[in-house]
């Protein structure tokens, strides 16, 4: 019999589960004065198993190579130092000597082994972080997390940069009368598209791994969640989505809690990844890309992006207008096998197109659809068995004056 999961959309993330302890504080890392939250730590006493999935960005920034390189030597992990306002990218050695600095810094307040800490900054590119206002602000969230003063919400505050909003969830489940609690906080609002985008997202549960390699379930949670979105089609230099497992629940990850915790982990990914897309720069659309009957999966997923990050298209969503002939014009180009004789197209339950023959008096049904805050465009191209689903936004003016300078 499956387990039942209980899931809640919008909570203090990464602090619900037990033994985490949070805190977020300012460092004035945009400039002096600035009293917004841009430092944090998430921290466990007990050592935890740990997992990453990191960008696929040839410009790696210095917190995600030394974030690798701390998960590739299977040391015990403590918990993340991370900051806003500054990706420590593109930064050269002394970005690197910055990066390992934080997390000897963070595990030293927290009373720690050093190389305990994983790293995570993300903000403006090619710019030194100023080391000589985080240290101190690293010191004071590490004593209070360590101290039990613990603050989910101003964590996950500390980490937005372009955000409007925090972005957080909650999903448990009971095993042998024991419960596990897995939860989430993130950050990303622009340059999305993952492999991963301009995002970083935390997980913490405290189920006990054990001998489980956390790393192929995340990589497939984060597969079909949060790379499977697009806002803008920019790749980041700093994408990272992090696991820790402290094992504080007492409920070991053995064949009677796997099923559940796949599902929770996904679900927990899943949200975070929308709530990223729904948060979009300047957005005021999230569109569901539903293709089915592909001939590979990569060829569905490839006419997915195409559409998705078809400036064309997303003008289109946001002026409510139903063009089906640039859906079409975005298949032609995307690298997938079909018949365009053969191609159904649905707005909602509304077929535009059906076997490649236009459905004109469908048109006034298609505008009420596109004019919604979310809908789905479903296509199947009849090629094969193979599916996809990618969100996707809009594209607006606002999104063009928000980035035309920093």
């Avoid at 040839?58 to 900051?83: D, Y």
Wanted: with cysteine; net charge negative.
């Amino acid at each position: 019999m499956p387990i039942e999961i209980t899931f809640t959309p919008n909570t203090l993330g990464v602090t619900d589960p037990k033994g985490f302890f949070a805190k977020g504080v300012s460092a004035d890392v945009r400039r002096k004065g600035n009293d917004r939250l841009d430092t944090g730590i998430v921290f466990s006493k007990t050592p935890c198993a740990a997992a990453g999935v990191f960008t696929k960005n040839r410009v790696k920034a210095a917190p995600v190579l030394q974030c690798e390189g701390i998960l590739n030597s299977s040391t015990a992990i403590h918990g993340i130092v991370a900051n806003s306002g500054n990706a420590n990218a593109c930064t050269g050695e002394q970005g690197k000597v910055d990066a390992a600095q934080m997390a000897d810094q963070a595990a030293s307040a927290c009373g720690v082994p050093g190389n305990s800490f994983l790293v995570c900054s993300t903000g403006r590119i090619g710019e030194l972080l100023p080391m000589d206002r985080i240290s101190p602000a690293i010191a004071a969230a590490g004593r209070a997390a360590q101290a039990g003063d613990t603050d989910g919400e101003s964590f996950s505050n500390c980490i937005l940069t372009s955000d409007t909003r925090k972005k957080t969830c909650t999903a448990t489940f009971s095993v042998g009368g024991k419960t596990v609690t897995l939860a989430g906080s993130a950050k990303g609002a622009g340059m999305i598209q993952p492999d991963m985008a301009t995002m970083l997202a935390f997980i913490t549960t405290d189920i006990d791994a054990g001998e489980v390699a956390l790393k192929p379930i995340l990589q497939e949670a984060v597969k079909h969640t949060f790379n499977a979105i697009t806002v803008d089609g920019d790749m980041s230099t700093n994408d990272t989505v992090l696991v820790l497992a402290n094992g504080a629940s007492g409920v070991r990850l053995d064949d009677s809690a796997l099923e559940a915790f796949k599902e929770a982990l996904f679900l927990i990914c899943d949200n975070l990844a929308d709530k990223i897309v729904a948060d979009g720069e300047r957005i005021t659309k999230v569109v569901e890309l539903l293709i089915t009957g592909a001939d590979t999966e990569k060829g569905a997923e490839n006419i997915a992006r195409a559409i998705g990050n078809s400036l064309l298209v997303k003008t289109s969503w946001y002026g409510n207008d139903p063009n089906w002939g640039r859906l079409m014009d975005a298949l032609g180009y995307a690298d997938s096998e079909f018949d365009p004789e053969k191609i159904d197209i649905s707005y909602g339950d509304v077929p535009a197109l059906v076997s490649g023959t236009p459905i004109p008096e469908n048109k006034p049904q298609w505008k009420t659809v596109v004019s919604e805050r979310r809908f789905t465009i479903h296509i199947n191209t009849h090629a094969g068995d193979a599916s996809y689903r990618l969100r996707a936004s809009d594209l607006t003016e606002g999104y063009v004056d928000f980035n035309k300078s920093e």
